[in-house]
């Protein structure tokens, strides 16, 4: 049974649960060989992950969500996901395959901090699902199982052996994930104050609405930055707030229950007439239409 806290006491969100056997904290890896039980009243429930998750399916199926994208679980595919985003199981089927979890103080060992800016850790172009050639699978999963045979083999300086695998293996993702995803691989000095901008707004879109906020933490002007932020992406520096704020409401229009004034509270509106003003006019709908619109065409 996984802990849990409750975030903002809205969506619950899941811990990092240290493996007993092996006493590590921060990482761990498990071979799937058939259909986790899991309660009736697990399913449809969303909630949150503090920590990021892997597996790739070797064989088997199952159907779940990943914020407001649902997917059915096939063969002989790679799929991930980052902390915080809402995850919501629907059915489960037999599965074979292997998973992994890993928390932001693993991917810290890294002295160099590279692995903080792969693409695939950094959740980039909302991407969640890798499909595998042979060659890919044959690759990642002789790469997987040397991972676990260093995770039960308990030797001296296992978490350096751990953290050199982890880093082959989420430099080869990264580069399915450009391949796929189609992400832009140049790092050029903008780009790396917009992916900062970018980090900045996950983090804190629910306190700071502002650009002038968002500039301060990167020690630019205000004007600058959104002068950055605009040849980057094409959008100003607000829009990137906005549409923030905008993937937040909607998952918690679709996975909870709460009203929409509770909602507005949570997103820090203090007025809730002025957070339906801005919802509709960044989606043409109001929250309450979305909300009836959504859940009825997936029920």
């Not at 493996?19 to 904290?25: H, I, K, M, P």
């Not at 921060?26 to 058939?34: A, E, L, M, S």
């Not at 999963?141 to 989420?170: F, G, P, T």
Request: hydrophobic share 40%.
């Amino acid at each position: 049974m996984n802990s849990y806290i409750i975030t903002n006491t809205v969506i619950p969100t899941y811990l990092f649960e240290p493996d007993e056997a092996t006493g590590n904290n921060v990482f761990r890896i498990n071979r799937n060989n058939c259909v986790v039980e899991y309660k009736k009243n697990n399913f449809l429930v969303p909630h949150r992950r503090n920590y990021y998750f892997m597996i790739f399916v070797k064989a088997g199926s199952s159907r779940h969500w990943i914020d407001m994208t649902p997917y059915t679980v096939k063969p002989n595919t790679f799929y991930y996901t980052v902390p915080q985003q809402v995850h919501l199981k629907e059915e489960s089927k037999p599965f074979t395959g292997i998973s992994l979890s890993f928390t932001e103080e693993f991917l810290a060992m890294d002295d160099s901090g590279s692995l903080k800016k792969l693409p695939i850790i950094q959740g980039l172009d909302n991407g969640h699902e890798l499909e595998l050639t042979e060659q890919d699978q044959a690759y990642i999963e002789d790469l997987l199982e040397k991972i676990l045979a260093e995770y039960e083999a308990k030797n001296s300086w296992q978490q350096n052996m751990l953290l050199a695998y982890m880093k082959v293996l989420l430099i080869y993702l990264s580069r399915l994930h450009k391949q796929q995803i189609s992400f832009a691989a140049e790092q050029t000095p903008p780009k790396q104050v917009f992916k900062n901008f970018l980090s900045k707004v996950d983090e804190w879109h629910r306190q700071l609405h502002e650009v002038a906020a968002y500039a301060n933490m990167l020690n630019l002007s205000a004007g600058h930055l959104s002068e950055l932020v605009k040849e980057q992406s094409g959008k100003p520096a607000i829009a990137h707030i906005h549409e923030r704020l905008i993937v937040e409401a909607k998952r918690l229009l679709f996975h909870t229950e709460h009203s929409i004034k509770e909602i507005a509270f949570q997103l820090g509106f203090e007025d809730a007439s002025y957070f339906n003003r801005f919802f509709k006019r960044i989606t043409q709908h109001t929250p309450i239409t979305y909300r009836n619109a959504i859940r009825e065409m997936y029920h």
